[in-house]
């Protein structure tokens, strides 16, 4: 299928502006209710939860929050603002 000469309408235009804030207040919501502790728990629940949570937001990062203002806002300095993340599994890009 060819998409050359699509021209997103009005209304597939507000739909996506809606996502994307949507998509915004989702992750600066998580990020403010992130349990930056979780490494030093003794619960491994808690440590794989943090783990799973903390690897989610860094694979939204560069779409939601591309220069990573938003991030080092609210994480601790020891969670800087990825670099290029890629997620487990795939190499970073060079």
Same mark, same amino acid.
């Given at each position: 299928?060819?998409?050359s000469n699509y021209t997103p309408s009005?209304?597939?235009l507000a739909e996506l502006a809606a996502y994307s804030a949507g998509l915004l207040q989702a992750y600066r919501e998580a990020?403010?209710?992130m349990?930056?502790?979780f490494e030093q728990s003794d619960? /491994?629940?808690t440590r794989r939860r943090g783990a799973r949570t903390l690897e989610a937001l860094r694979g939204l990062q560069p779409t939601v929050d591309p220069d990573g203002a938003i991030w080092r806002?609210?994480?601790p300095a020891v969670f800087s603002a990825?670099?290029?993340y890629a997620p487990r /599994?795939?190499?970073e890009p060079r």
């Open positions: 299928m060819h998409f009005d209304a597939d990020l403010a209710s349990d930056w502790g619960d /491994g629940e806002a609210v994480a990825p670099e290029p /599994g795939q190499k």
